[in-house]
């Protein structure tokens, strides 16, 4: 068949033509990083110095609100603005079968030639740091890759969006008249995580009463709150996403630079945390160990528990052959 | 293999699409759902890409392997789709395509590098089996370059 080798570069051409921009070497290198394989590390280690560039954006919301819908319209906008962009639209794994169903393109479609306009699907999947630590590196990824701004969808469900909120610059909280889940997410806490309201679906009956609720959350926040703007969009007319537009950008200058760099050290050593994790777990995974085989076993036969047998690796199999 | 501890590599990524002109999208969104129940991560669009979408696609995407669906005669644009991955480096991704598709037909979009063409009524561990299989292919021939 035809040429591969294009396909399959070693790491450090892969590094150097994903610092150019190329979208193969992103594409190649965001799976490296999904999946921790070997050359994860010597990309992630070589794409620190390039870091800095992208405004990252975060948009979240309950399933059915318009996210995709707004962030297709958002990204039009921002491509007028003389924009690159790359978009992370994170979707549920199903936690039975441990596939999914990626669909957020559907709704991009008006981008889907456009080289300026990287879009990357990813699943929840286990990711053991939990998804905000894969989710980091691939905005890293495309932040290096030259992208000037960032845009992360995922779905509103409580923890993993605030942990999400913790890696983007600005967070943008999409409702919508009509879900009956105005107010569950509230409950979950993720209007707390808002720089940025958004009602989309302005166009439905119900918009100006959804507005003036979120604006009485709002007010019940805390002082912080009283800059957040509340902005109502009809993603499928382009309404208002000026407006989101002005107002994601007015935030980010008065977040002065980036908030991402902006990280504590409690913040950096909770992320090595995960990356050990991640790193074990792979290990531990890939290993053909018969005496971790034999752990196993004697696990499934109810001789030992899961804690010590954890306890049991630890100590006589990773840390004698480290 | 059968008493290995070990758990299974990444799940496979499947493209699941339409190309050319036809709408009909409610095959391909069942055997979407299949391959999601078998544990793979399908990327799914809109009906009417441009050959150019599906190749921008699979490359952002990274996939192992597309399907496509066909009811009309949209399949007959499979031999560009092919040329068009190969040029863009992506020629280890597998194609599959599925709906309504004359026998003529299926045997040129073999010779055109189609890994397989499924009927109406093909069973779903036919599909679910292949296109594991072909993902595994595509992954070691990516990776042997
Ligand atoms: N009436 C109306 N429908 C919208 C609007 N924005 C999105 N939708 C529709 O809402 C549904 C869900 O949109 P989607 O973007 O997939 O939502 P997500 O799940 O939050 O990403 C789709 O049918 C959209 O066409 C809007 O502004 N007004
Ligand atoms: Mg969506």
């Given at each position: 068949m035809t040429d591969r080798s294009a396909a399959a570069p070693a790491s450090g051409k892969l590094l150097e033509r994903l610092l150019d921009g190329e979208p193969a070497a992103l594409a190649k290198a965001i799976t490296l990083v999904e999946n921790a394989g070997a050359q994860a590390a010597q990309v992630l280690a070589g794409i620190q110095s390039r870091l800095g560039h992208a405004l990252v954006i975060g948009v979240t919301g309950p399933p059915g609100a318009g996210k995709s819908t707004l962030v297709s319209a958002l990204v039009g906008e921002l491509r007028r603005r003389g924009k690159s962009l790359g978009i992370l639209a994170v979707d549920p794994s199903s936690p039975l079968s441990g596939g999914a169903i990626l669909g957020d393109r559907i709704r991009m479609a008006e981008h889907a030639c456009d080289p300026e306009v990287f879009v990357r699907s990813l699943a929840t999947r286990g990711h053991v740091g939990g998804l905000s630590s894969a989710a980091a590196r691939v905005v890293d990824l495309m932040d290096a890759a030259g992208k000037d701004v960032v845009i992360v969808e995922t779905v509103g469900a409580g923890q993993s969006d605030v942990e999400v909120a913790q890696?983007?610059?600005?967070?943008?909280?999409?409702?919508?008249?009509?879900?009956?889940?105005?107010?569950?997410?509230?409950?979950?806490?993720?209007?707390?995580?808002?720089?940025?309201?958004?009602?989309?679906?302005?166009?439905?009956?119900?918009?100006?009463?959804?507005?003036?609720?979120?604006?009485g959350m709002l007010s019940l926040r805390d002082p912080g709150a009283a800059g957040v703007p509340?902005?109502?969009?009809?993603?499928?007319?382009?309404?208002?996403?000026?407006?989101?537009?002005?107002?994601?950008?007015?935030?980010?200058?008065?977040?002065?630079?980036?908030?991402?760099?902006?990280?504590?050290?409690?913040?950096?050593?909770?992320?090595?945390?995960?990356?050990?994790?991640?790193?074990?777990?792979?290990?531990?995974?890939?290993?053909?160990?018969?005496?971790?085989?034999?752990?196993?076993?004697?696990?499934?036969?109810g001789e030992l528990d899961l804690e010590n047998a954890a306890r049991r690796y630890l100590s006589d199999y990773l840390v004698n052959k480290a | 293999m059968s008493d290995s501890t070990k758990s299974?590599?990444?799940?496979?990524?499947?493209?699941?699409?339409?190309?050319?002109?036809?709408?009909?999208?409610?095959?391909?969104?069942?055997?979407?759902?299949?391959?999601?129940?078998a544990g793979m991560e399908v990327i799914y669009t809109a009906p009417w890409q441009k050959i150019e979408a599906v190749v921008k696609l699979a490359v952002e995407e990274d996939v192992d392997v597309i399907g496509v669906s066909s009811l009309a005669t949209d399949h007959l644009l499979l031999p560009d789709l092919m040329a068009a991955l190969g040029e863009a480096g992506f020629g280890h991704v597998k194609v599959v395509a599925g709906g309504i598709i004359p026998d003529g037909d299926e045997a040129e979009l073999l010779r055109a590098g189609v890994s397989r063409v499924f009927h109406p009524g093909s069973p779903r561990e036919d599909i679910v089996a292949t296109v594991g299989d072909l993902a595994t292919q595509a992954r070691a021939a990516c990776a042997n370059g």
């Open positions: 890696l983007v610059d600005v967070t943008v909280v999409v409702c919508a008249p009509g879900l009956g889940d105005e107010i569950q997410a509230i409950k979950a806490g993720i209007l707390e995580i808002a720089d940025v309201l958004v009602v989309n679906k302005a166009d439905l009956p119900n918009a100006e009463r959804t507005m003036a609720q979120l604006e509340v902005i109502a969009t009809t993603a499928t007319e382009g309404r208002g996403v000026a407006e989101l537009s002005d107002a994601v950008e007015a935030r980010a200058e008065a977040l002065g630079g980036s908030v991402r760099a902006a990280r504590t050290l409690a913040q950096i050593r909770l992320q090595i945390a995960d990356s050990a994790a991640e790193l074990l777990r792979r290990r531990l995974n890939d290993s053909d160990d018969e005496g971790l085989h034999a752990l196993c076993r004697s696990v499934q036969r | 299974i590599s990444p799940p496979p990524r499947v493209l699941v699409t339409k190309i050319g002109l036809d709408g009909h999208d409610r095959g391909s969104r069942i055997v979407a759902a299949y391959l999601r129940d």
